[in-house]
């Protein structure tokens, strides 16, 4: 039996593992590899993030590490920040993430949907007049609540 070489892994090593995003957090178990039919490459791993919740397709352009027990990831899914609170500039809250407008099936998006309460006329905003993301979502100064609503 011919010895494989030491930088060759197998789907056992990469199916059924912990998805740890940049945050730390356990975002689900890897349960599909996406390989392109034409290049025979790996492009991507579908997460499954448990009971009642969607796969989250996760390109291989945003996998940082192949490990031993977890595959870490460079980034957080732009869904983590479903229901997060929206604030300007001065913190004050505006309304929280009901949605993300996504690139394609990329980790990039284009804005958020943001609804002032669970009753109001959601409004977009576009990303690039947002600060910051964190444990909320932080808008630049030239964000103008009259341009968005």
Known sequence: MKKQKKNIITSDDILGK??????????GVSSKIHIDARTKQIVGLTVDEGFMKPDLYIGLEYVK????????LKTSPKEKIRGLKVLNSKGNKIGFVEDVISVGRTNRFKGIVVKKDH????????SKLIKEIGYSVILKDIWNKEENK
Do not use: E, R
């Open 18 to 27: 912990d998805v740890i995003d940049s945050d730390g957090d356990i975002i």
């Open 65 to 72: 590490t192949l490990g031993v027990d977890s595959l870490l």
């Open 119 to 126: 009753f109001a006329k959601p409004f977009t905003i576009q």
